[in-house]
C-alpha cells in the first residue's frame, strides 16, 4: 500500500494525516502551486481520494482528471460535494462517515432547540452586560405541550425525536416517505409538517434535490409562534425568506448550525435578534471529529487491502476489484 498513491483535496485532522501518511503516498492538492497542472501530470497515479464536505468538492472534472480513481472516502456523513453519479457511472466507490456522528448531532440539535426557543445566549448576554440588577430577564416561550416536526427522518432525524420524546413533546416527521417503524405523525410535504408543528427541525441532506425545501410557504405554515431549527444543510432553506420571515414575525425565531454560504454568514441574519447562530458545529467534538477520522482512514485502508469498504453510500455500487 505504501505505493499507493491517494489524493487529498484539503487539510484534515492528524489523525487523517498520521492515519493515511503512515500507510500511502499522500499528494495535498491545497499545496500545489498549479493544482490544475498536478491533476493534468499526475492524475493517472492517483487510486484514492480523501475529500471532506468543507473542502474543495470532488467534482466530475476531477474525477474525470483521474482515470485510475477507485474509491472517494468523504469525512463527513453528508457528500454533496463528491459528484455521486459521476463516481457511479466510473465504477468509482463513494463512501462518508454515517452513526459515528449521530448521538453528536442530535445532542447540539437538542441544544439548540433549547437555547433558541428559552433564548439562551441572549440571556447570558443579559447577564454578562450588567443588566440583571435593573430587571429580570424577560419571560420566554416553553417546549411545553409543542409538537417537533423532523424535516427528514433518518439516523439523526430519529435521535433527535428519541431525546425530544423524553422531554415530552409530540413528534411528527416529513419524508419522501411513510416509515412504519415509528409511532410518529407522517406528513408528506413540508408546507403540512410545517402547519401541524410549532419548531421544525430540518435535517435532510443537501444537493439539488432539497435546495429551498423549507422555502416562504412553509415558513408562512411554520406561523408567528413557529421555531425553525436548522442542522442540514443552508441549502436546504431559502436564506432571504428566512430572513424576511424573521424580520417581519412570520415566524418568531431560528436556530441555525448551517448556512448557504459557509463561512459566510448574511449581517441580515447576524443583526436578527431572534436567531441563536452556530459555525457549523454540531458534530465538533474532538472525540466525533476522531471518530470520522478514523473511518476515513479505515475506508481508505479495507478497500486497498482488497476488504472493500467499510461505509460505502448508497448511490455507487462497489465494483468487484
Ligand atoms: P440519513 O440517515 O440519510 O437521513 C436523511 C433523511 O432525510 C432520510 O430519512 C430521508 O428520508 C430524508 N430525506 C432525503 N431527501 C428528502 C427530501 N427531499 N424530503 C424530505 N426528506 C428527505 O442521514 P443522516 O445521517 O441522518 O444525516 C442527515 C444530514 O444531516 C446529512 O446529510 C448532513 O447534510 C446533515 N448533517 C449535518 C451536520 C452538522 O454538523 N450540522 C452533521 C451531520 C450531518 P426519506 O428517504 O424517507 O425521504
Ligand atoms: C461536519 C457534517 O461538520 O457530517 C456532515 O455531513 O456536516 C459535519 O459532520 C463536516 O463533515 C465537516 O467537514
Known sequence: MAQTDILMMGPMLPLVMTGLEGRFRVHRLWEQEDPDAFLRDKG??????AAAVSRRPV????????????IVANFGVGYENVDVLAAARRGVVVTNT???LTE?????????????????PEADRYLREGRWPEAPFPLTGTLRGKTVGILG???????????????????????????DDVPYAYHPDAVALAGACDILVVVTPGGEETRNLVDARVLKALGPDGILINVGRGSVVDEPALIQALKDGTIA?????????????????????NTVLLPHVASASQHTRDAMGQLVVDN???????RGPVTPVAETPVPAR
Open 98 to 100: 454515517p452513526d459515528v
Open 59 to 70: 467534482r466530475a472534472e476531477i474525477i474525470a482528471a483521474l482515470p485510475n480513481l477507485e
Open 104 to 120: 453528536e448531532v442530535a445532542d447540539l440539535s437538542v441544544g439548540l432547540v433549547i437555547a433558541t426557543v428559552r433564548r439562551i
Open 253 to 273: 425565531a431560528a436556530g441555525l448550525d448551517v448556512f448557504a454560504d459557509e463561512p459566510r454568514v448574511p449581517d441580515a441574519l447576524i443583526a436578527c435578534p
Open 300 to 306: 481508505l485502508v479495507s478497500w486497498f487491502e482488497g
Open 44 to 49: 493517472a497515479a492517483i487510486r484514492g481520494v
Open 153 to 179: 427522518l433518518g439516523r439523526i432525524g430519529r435521535a433527535i425525536a428519541t431525546r425530544l420524546e423524553a422531554f415530552g413533546l409530540a413528534i411528527a416527521y416529513c419524508g419522501r416517505r411513510r416509515q
